[in-house]
């Protein structure tokens, strides 16, 4: 079997695992097949998006400027948990930027409610999680990684590349 194909089995392993761990924004369990997981849903920065016009426009069309914790077709499971807390983070250090700059009060607000949602969410999967039993849990928990590092690349192999030095007022 090679890399890829392996990689691949890893992977699918993983969605199928963590697609029965999807909730909404509200922390209610939104179970779906892997097919589902993976045809019916765009990925966005902190988890799975539902909503049918993003999905069809490949996660280009969100109507609400990916406020993903206020969505109701939002979709998170936990592998997506450290980039929800990441992103809870960022909106704090920006609520405070916003404070600084002394802007409107309705912008304070909005990024305060923002991280309030975001940070329910987080709440609601890690008390999911918790409640589960500890090797059921470990397994979860080592999908969740396997996702995160095939999300960012982390098991591709550079290509090689072949340098060409070019001559000098040659442009080709």
Known sequence: MSWITAITCIGRAAVKLLSQQVIDRNGT?????????EHRSIAVPFGGCTEPSNVKAGGYACPIRFQCAGCGFYRPDPSYLPAIEDHANSLRADRERARAMDAADFVVDNLTSEITAYEEIAEKMQDRLAAL????????????VM??????????????VTVINRQEGNPR
């Open 29 to 37: 369990a939104r179970p779906c097949s892997a097919q589902t997981y």
């Open 133 to 144: 039993p500890d090797d059921e849990r470990a397994e979860l928990e080592d999908a969740a």
């Open 147 to 160: 996702l995160r590092r095939l999300r960012a690349g982390g098991d591709r192999v550079p290509l090689p």
